[in-house]
């Protein structure tokens, strides 16, 4: 079964950091770029990051330096690691799988089911 799960989230402080998980089965995540959203503050899901064996991509310039994606292909997964969390990054966030790489456009195939974020005292 072609299958993205989303792991990790939960309450944490603001400071706080969260690594998540994107766990693929039925494909692997190196022959396809795999992306990160979050929906945030009732806005439309918005694209952080993306990774594939080829490229990478930051769609939120300020979570620059906060975010991190990385993949580990002998599990079949993509993480990111997310540092100096604050309220504003409360919110669900999901995985997906795109084309072969980043670049090649937003076209995304397979969803997770997401995973909750609380940044909160």
């Known amino acids: 079964q072609v299958q993205l799960v989303e792991s990790g989230g939960g309450l944490v402080q603001p400071g706080g950091s969260l690594r998540l998980s994107c766990a693929a089965s039925?494909?692997?995540?190196?022959?396809?770029a795999t992306w990160w959203f979050r929906q945030v503050d009732g806005k439309e899901r918005e694209e952080i990051v993306?990774?594939?064996?080829?490229?990478?991509?930051s769609y939120l310039e300020a979570m620059e330096d906060r975010f991190t994606v990385s993949s580990d292909h002998p599990k079949n997964t993509v993480y990111l690691q997310m540092n100096s969390l604050k309220p504003g990054d409360t919110g669900v966030y999901y995985c997906?799988?795109?084309?072969?790489?980043?670049?090649?456009?937003?076209?995304?195939?397979?969803w997770g089911q997401g995973t909750l974020v609380t940044v909160s005292a």
């Open positions: 993306c990774i594939s064996s080829s490229d990478s991509m």
């Open positions: 039925g494909f692997l995540v190196e022959s396809y």
């Open positions: 997906a799988r795109g084309g072969s790489t980043c670049l090649e456009g937003k076209h995304f195939e397979v």
